[in-house]
């Protein structure tokens, strides 16, 4: 059985910092692709990051320099950490893996308010 659960939202103060973890089982972690996502009410789900098996990560502008995307491929965990939130960065976040077949986690939600 497939399965990813995210770990790791919360409330955080615009400036500080969170870090996602995401459980992967039921498939062949090193041969999948690894993303995170986030998507608030109303609007499409968007890419926030991305993490090839060999450790290649790429990154919506938006992020640059304050998210960092990594996999750890003994334990079958894919993490992003947040730092330098900004209120626009609420959202629930959900990771991705995509290979052979897509699969997503049920997300974490990240609120940033003072």
């Known amino acids: 059985q497939v399965q990813l659960v995210e770990s790791g939202g919360g409330l955080v103060q615009p400036g500080g910092s969170l870090r996602l973890s995401c459980a992967a089982s039921?498939?062949?972690?090193?041969?999948?692709?690894m993303s995170w996502y986030r998507q608030v009410p109303g609007k499409e789900r968007e890419w926030v990051a991305i993490?090839?098996?060999?450790?290649?990560?790429t990154y919506q502008d938006s992020v640059k320099g304050r998210f960092t995307i990594s996999r750890d491929n003994v334990k079958h965990t894919v993490y992003l950490q947040m730092n330098s939130l900004k209120p626009e960065g609420t959202a629930a976040y959900y990771c991705?893996?995509?290979?052979?077949?897509?699969?997503w986690g049920q997300g974490t939600q990240v609120t940033v308010s003072s």
């Open positions: 991705r893996a995509s290979g052979q077949n897509v699969y």
């Open positions: 039921g498939f062949t972690f090193t041969n999948f692709v």
């Open positions: 993490i090839t098996s060999s450790g290649i990560t």
